[in-house]
């Protein structure tokens, strides 16, 4: 069975591979270059990561622990979350976590966030159509980018009030803001009839599935953010909570909202947002860096790792393209 039978990009679509490739390379390099800049040519980051000195106490430790200790707890919730939108396939707990666990593991080597939703497909039953799930798998998608983006205004507007009075954007402010909803408004009337197609098969949802879906993706959201700031705790105590908290919801929502790229890209973002959010309030971006960093291991490389070691329990009648 041809996996692609599932799940095909259109040769028409912008992330036509080759196409897609050529982004990412650019979007690489960008990113590169700017960490080089602030890492490289201004080394001061590099120094401060040198001199972090963190006193690995009974409380720093506790604090590492209970950050690893929500890393099953993040995984368990989109499994759950996984096992309502795939309810016709009465999925147990083992079989959602590994399609999500999977998921996350292909979305490092396929394009346009292709990944995650193939690692559920082809975790399904056979007996029932897989293909029927997919516009619910994109739905619960959109849930946690929309309680991404509510909690990331709070980290744009930190970012923007802050650079509108370091540049004098104030004019600029509130033409922006008109500009951004009438191009909302206009986007949204011109896929109207695409958004309504869309949402067609999602009538066989109940709207109660609906808000459980939307409650789990709220509460891993606030578990993400709790690991953030505990790691954040150990390695730039002198950080005020609510700085740390919109750096935080700011860092977030450049990762989602960034082009869907590969694992290790997405932490070459993170580490971007961290220091362009630092710099603006001009505050050390050291020791929050150092949280990023080891806040992905934790939630992506790990879980990656272990997908790795499902693909022998795939059906080898599957093939990967």
Excluded at 164 to 170: M, N
Aim: a positive charge; aromatic letters at 14%; hydrophobic letters at 55%.
């Amino acid at each position: 069975m041809q996996f692609n039978r599932y799940i095909a990009l259109p040769k028409s679509s912008l992330f036509n591979h080759k196409l897609f490739f050529v982004f990412r390379m650019v979007l690489f390099v960008a990113i590169a270059y700017y960490l080089w800049q602030s890492l490289v040519a201004n080394q001061k980051i590099l120094l401060g990561l040198s001199a972090l000195n963190v006193t690995w106490q009974a409380f720093e430790w506790s604090l590492l622990l209970l950050t690893l200790i929500l890393l099953p707890i993040n995984w368990l919730l989109e499994g759950l979350k996984w096992q309502v939108i795939a309810a016709d396939h009465h999925l147990n707990l083992k079989q959602s976590l590994k399609g999500v666990v999977l998921g996350l593991t292909l979305d490092n080597v396929m394009p346009a966030g292709t990944g995650s939703i193939s690692g559920r497909v082809i975790t399904l039953p056979e007996q029932k159509s897989r293909l029927k799930v997919i516009p619910g798998i994109l739905v619960g998608q959109v849930m946690q980018s929309v309680v991404t983006f509510l909690f990331g205004l709070y980290g744009f507007w930190m970012v923007w009030t802050k650079a509108a009075t370091l540049f004098h954007w104030q004019p600029i402010y509130s033409f922006s803001l008109i500009g951004l909803v009438l191009i909302a408004g206009l986007s949204l009337l011109f896929w109207r009839s695409k958004i309504v197609n869309f949402l067609q098969p999602l009538k066989q949802y109940p709207l109660k599935s609906w808000a459980i879906v939307f409650s789990f993706s709220l509460t891993r959201y606030l578990v993400f953010l709790v690991q953030f700031m505990l790691l954040s705790s150990i390695f730039a105590p002198e950080m005020d909570i609510p700085l740390i908290f919109g750096c935080a919801t700011w860092v977030f929502a450049a990762r989602t909202f960034m082009p869907k790229i590969s694992n290790i890209e997405r932490l070459g973002i993170r580490a971007l947002a961290v220091v362009f959010f630092m710099e603006i309030f001009s505050q050390p971006a050291s020791g929050v860096l150092m949280a990023v960093v080891i806040l992905w291991f934790i939630n992506l490389a790990i879980p990656s790792i272990i997908g790795l070691t499902m693909f022998k329990d795939i059906k080898a009648g599957i093939q990967l393209k």
